[in-house]
């Protein structure tokens, strides 16, 4: 979740289906899909509107959608890789800033002599 978030707001569907257009726009033109281990249509989004210095904010949270329905509760994963991703959106400036992937999944069994 990002920082210094000081209140939270309820984010319409009209403005989660604005929002999600912007943002498989923009996923591509930035190159961030390339750094996902599937298709952004692969993944299941929720939306949450926060305020942040008296700004408000929708937080983007992505996770493939075989981790859970993002209808049925806050889906949350620690070092889940490029499984799982988030990115900020900007209501008053119309921009998407700080993606994220959840951490790194490496190989368990890398540096290790056998």
């Given at each position: 979740?990002?920082?210094?978030?000081?209140?939270?707001?309820?984010?319409?569907?009209?403005?989660?289906e604005?929002?999600?257009?912007?943002?498989?726009?923009?996923?591509?033109?930035?190159?961030l899909?390339?750094?996902?281990?599937?298709?952004?249509?692969?993944?299941?989004?929720?939306?949450?509107?926060?305020?942040r210095?008296?700004?408000?904010?929708?937080?983007?949270?992505?996770?493939?959608?075989?981790?859970?329905?993002?209808?049925?509760?806050?889906?949350?994963?620690?070092?889940?890789?490029?499984?799982?991703?988030?990115?900020?959106?900007?209501?008053?400036?119309?921009?998407?800033?700080?993606?994220?992937v959840?951490?790194?999944?490496?190989?368990?069994?890398?540096?290790?002599?056998?």
């Open positions: 979740m990002p920082p210094g978030i000081t209140a939270a707001w309820q984010v319409s569907q009209k403005d989660v604005k929002i999600d257009a912007a943002l498989m726009l923009h996923m591509e033109k930035a190159g899909t390339k750094k996902l281990r599937a298709s952004p249509a692969s993944y299941g989004r929720q939306y949450l509107g926060y305020v210095e008296e700004r408000r904010f929708v937080y983007v949270n992505a996770f493939l959608r075989s981790f859970g329905d993002p209808r049925a509760s806050y889906v949350r994963a620690c070092d889940g890789g490029n499984l799982f991703w988030g990115i900020e959106y900007d209501v008053q400036a119309g921009t998407f800033a700080n993606f994220e959840n951490g790194e999944l490496g190989d368990p069994l890398e540096g290790l002599k056998l």
